[in-house]
């Protein structure tokens, strides 16, 4: 079983930074997928950035290529999103989430076995 723990989320205004952290325990997830998702109230669970832990590749959505940073520390476990340069549309609840299996297609939320609660981000215009 392995924990997610995100934090990191809060208010800030349109053109703003905010630093997403994903924090993992109960397993290391050095053989895993990871992945930051979002989800806007009347909108499905879309996939924002993910990567494999080993480092072979990472997946961006179009809409924050650019702009979102996804980054791993090792030694702590902890997965991290980078968002700069934030618009009114980046506004949804995050939720941080792992996949046992290190070859899964990565933007595809059913392939993750684990998920975080969520922290909302709210960009203001």
């Known amino acids: 079983q392995v924990l997610l723990v995100e934090s990191g989320g809060g208010l800030v205004q349109a053109g703003g930074s905010l630093r997403l952290s994903c924090a993992a325990s109960?397993?290391?997830?050095?053989?895993?997928?990871m992945g930051w998702f979002r989800q806007a109230p009347g909108r499905e669970r879309e996939c924002v950035a993910a990567?494999?832990?080993?480092?072979?590749?990472?997946y961006y959505t179009d809409s924050v290529k650019g702009r979102f940073t996804i980054s791993k520390d090792n030694g702590k476990n902890t997965l991290f999103l980078q968002m700069n340069s934030l618009k009114s549309e980046d506004t949804a609840v995050y939720y941080c989430?792992?996949?046992?299996?290190?070859?899964?297609?990565?933007?595809?939320?059913?392939?993750?076995?684990?998920w975080g609660r969520g922290t909302q981000v709210t960009v203001s215009s």
């Open positions: 109960g397993r290391t997830v050095s053989n895993y997928a």
């Open positions: 990567i494999y832990w080993s480092g072979s590749g990472s």
């Open positions: 989430a792992a996949s046992g299996n290190p070859y899964v297609a990565l933007s595809e939320p059913r392939n993750y076995d684990y």
